[in-house]
């Protein structure tokens, strides 16, 4: 994942649903923590940063989370556009699948 937001951008590495999202203000059923460190987790990109960069186990990002109360713009690597509107609503995390990358231009809260 690419952030070119002025925000941080929440990220895990791991995904055990085949749905395309997890609606809540919580991490997914996959990660139990924040660590950078660790599989089954969640990290965040910041500004001007790629999920790659963090450490060995975010080579691959299988989802971004979209904030409560914010718009997440952007596109996927393959060209499709990714626009998040959870203003009045629940954050979501959305699944990155394969070798698609999640580009995200801005967030605005």
Do not use: E
Not at 33 to 40: A, K
Not at 78 to 86: K, M
């Amino acid at each position: 994942m690419k952030n070119n937001s002025t925000l941080s951008v929440d990220v895990v590495n791991c995904w055990h649903d085949t749905s395309s999202g997890w609606t809540g203000n919580s991490l997914p059923p996959c990660a139990s923590m924040y660590s950078l460190n660790s599989w089954n987790a969640a990290y965040w990109v910041n500004p001007g940063g790629l999920s790659t960069n963090l450490s060995n186990k975010y080579y691959d990002v299988d989802a971004f989370y979209a904030r409560p109360g914010c718009v997440t713009s952007g596109h996927f690597s393959g060209g499709t556009t990714l626009h998040y509107d959870r203003r009045g609503r629940a954050g979501q995390w959305v699944r990155v699948y394969g070798t698609d990358t999640a580009n995200i231009n801005y967030v605005i809260c």
